[in-house]
């Protein structure tokens, strides 16, 4: 497709229950991001795929989550046993593998999914 | 810590006044500094890049912002803003230690969110 896509755009679920939120990049973008906006807050950084590996989780805030790509293209980040603090926007974004040495290629950014935990 | 702040969380502006909004990154190497812009009910699209070169960048819409590698800035400007120019704004930026294998995330500012009084 032209843009980054996800779905759903907006998921109510119950505290406890467990979700799965997908993210559909760029056409030929290697690398791939998810992040989340609470509230007030800035975006924070939660996963960075290139491929379908994933050399930095570091922004994954606890076991309860999780995220896995396939076949290069799309993404699912799944959320166990969801709690109230999970409420954000989670953004998805993806980049071209070919960019000027010493730069970093421009992220591409989805329409977010709107996760509320009730 | 690598962090960025945005001094102004709200700013309120008439048509055709100037606007700059503030940027500082803490993070003494490298850095590809960025801005992004969410206009309502639509996704983050990206307003202006800097790489490297002339520390006066262009972007879209007749922004501009200024990277000043002394005082750790990339403040964004407009000398006449327009009723459409009413979005939140956000800094970010990309440290190259991260770059080039390990990471690519996008470290963002809370964000500013402005708005254009017609």
């Known amino acids: 497709g032209a843009g980054v896509s996800q779905s759903p755009s907006n998921k109510v679920t119950e505290k406890g229950k467990d979700v799965e939120l997908r993210c559909d990049p760029i056409?030929?973008?290697?690398?791939l991001y998810w992040y989340r906006q609470r509230l007030g807050q800035g975006l924070e950084f939660l996963i960075y795929f290139q491929g379908n590996s994933a050399p930095d989780k570091s922004g994954l805030p606890s076991d309860r989550f999780s995220a896995e790509r396939t076949g290069e293209s799309v993404s699912t980040l799944t959320i166990q046993r969801t709690q109230q603090e999970d409420s954000a926007v989670y953004l998805c974004?993806?980049?071209?593998?070919?960019?000027?040495?010493?730069?970093?290629?421009?992220?591409?950014f989805g329409p977010g999914t709107r996760l509320t935990v009730l | 810590a690598q962090s960025v702040s945005q001094h102004n969380h709200h700013v309120i502006l008439s048509e055709a006044a100037s606007l700059e909004l503030g940027c500082n990154y803490s993070?003494?190497?490298?850095?590809?500094l960025f801005w992004y812009v969410q206009y309502p009910g639509q996704h983050l699209q990206l307003l202006l890049k800097?790489?490297?070169?002339?520390?006066l960048v262009k972007g879209i819409k007749g922004f501009e912002a200024e990277f000043i590698k002394s005082k750790f800035s990339f403040n964004l400007r407009k000398p006449s803003v327009q009723w459409s120019d009413t979005a939140e704004y956000f800094c970010a930026v990309i440290t190259l230690a991260n770059y080039g294998g390990a990471t690519n995330k996008l470290i963002f500012g809370t964000g500013t969110l402005l708005a254009v009084q017609p």
């Open positions: 056409s030929g973008h290697t690398a």
């Open positions: 974004a993806s980049s071209s593998p070919f960019f000027p040495a010493g730069a970093a290629d421009t992220q591409y």
């Open positions: 993070y003494g190497g490298t850095v590809n």
């Open positions: 800097y790489f490297s070169g002339d520390p």
